[in-house]
């Protein structure tokens, strides 16, 4: 149960650009600008969650972000709180690179999972957006597992349309296919549909920036 609700810490995504955010499950090299944030709330069909996902950066390149999932297969809460560092500037042709680091816990549990991973994010006018991780996660129980992804992004008439993929040591791997599109100013809907093990799943959402 842990190792997939880390999965979901994925989902936590921010933004520059407009190459950058949710229904992304690799992590993209952007934050918020200084004094700015997002939230975002989506629904997952695969253990039929709702989640909402605040961020904020308080200071330049700095960002702090919060999550909070209920899940009615399972009636189980997850908290999960994160924090992402960009090392170099992030700019619209050329690479950028930072690190997220976070803790994810099951209410009333006593189980907790923490997570890091480096981030590549390359942007090309031309060409989209590509975005690489690579990191670890740690199970309070269990070893820890490496895990690497990557996904690449292009705008198309108002809509962005990606595909990515992701590894994590003692899992199935995650292939998957979404799109995204701002309705109205600062407010995005998003989708995604998603393969694991032969099974396939969906999620729904929302981004608002402020």
């Not at 919060?66 to 189980?76: F, H, V």
């Not at 930072?98 to 009333?108: E, H, I, P, Y």
């Not at 590549?120 to 006018?125: D, F, L, Y």
């Amino acid at each position: 149960m842990i190792k997939s609700l880390v999965l979901l810490l994925f989902l936590m995504q921010t933004s520059t650009f407009v190459l950058a955010g949710r229904p992304l499950l690799v992590d993209d090299a952007n934050t918020n600008e200084v004094g700015h944030g997002h939230i975002e709330a989506w629904y997952d069909n695969k253990d039929k969650s709702f989640t909402a996902a605040p961020v904020y950066a308080p200071i330049e390149g700095l960002e702090l972000g919060a999550l909070i999932s209920n899940s009615n297969s399972t009636n189980e809460n997850t908290y999960s709180f994160q924090i992402k560092k960009l090392f170099t500037a992030a700019q619209e042709n050329g690479c950028n690179a930072a690190a997220t680091l976070g803790r994810s816990a099951v209410q009333n549990s006593g189980d907790y999972t923490l997570y890091g991973w480096g981030i590549v994010t390359c942007n090309s006018k031309e060409w989209g957006s590509v975005h690489l991780n690579l990191g670890l996660t740690k199970d309070n129980m269990q070893s820890s597992n490496q895990l690497y992804g990557i996904a690449f992004e292009y705008p198309i008439e108002g809509v962005v349309p990606h595909i990515e993929w992701l590894h994590q040591d003692n899992e199935k791997d995650v292939a998957a296919i979404g799109i995204r599109t701002e309705v109205i100013k600062n407010l995005q809907i998003d989708g995604s549909y998603r393969t694991q093990d032969g099974e396939s799943y969906y999620t729904v959402g929302m981004k608002y920036q402020f």
